[in-house]
């Protein structure tokens, strides 16, 4: 997970576990689910889904780490994290060597490695 010297609690959007939101949410800052979203979920920084937090719908993001239950699809520009206690329905797009899956974590649906960023290699001479 991401860290800054310059962390605030301001930077960080919650969404409590009495909370139900419905509809498409974007957060800039990180973003921390222990409530229930229906609907879509963006991300130009960290997603995190808790234990006891529910998305349906799709995520698309990042860096997310799934703790709770997602009943849609994901999609990851950099890196997914299943939690032991994560339950993941729909389809995943992570890159290539970004994706962590625990011990007890579950999947429910197809996963679709993308082809890393190949870096330009010179040729050799």
């Known amino acids: 997970m991401s860290s800054s010297a310059n962390f605030n609690e301001k930077d960080v959007g919650f969404i409590g576990e009495d ?6 949410v974007h957060s800039r800052n990180k973003l921390v689910i222990h409530g229930t979203i229906k609907g879509e979920i963006s991300g130009d920084d960290e997603i995190t889904i808790g234990k006891s937090g529910k998305v ?3 995520i698309s993001g ?3 780490t799934v703790a709770g239950n997602v009943d849609g699809d994901v999609n990851i520009e950099d890196h997914l994290e ?4 994560g339950n993941v329905q729909g389809e995943i ?4 060597g970004k994706l962590i899956i625990h011990e007890g974590a579950e999947i429910s649906g197809q996963c679709h490695i ?12």
């Open 93 to 96: 797009h992570v890159p290539a």
């Open 19 to 24: 909370l139900i939101l419905e509809g498409t």
């Open 62 to 64: 990042g860096l997310v």
């Open 56 to 58: 349906v719908g799709s």
């Open 114 to 125: 993308l082809p890393s960023e190949k870096k330009d290699i010179p040729p050799k001479k």
């Open 82 to 85: 299943i939690a032991p206690t």
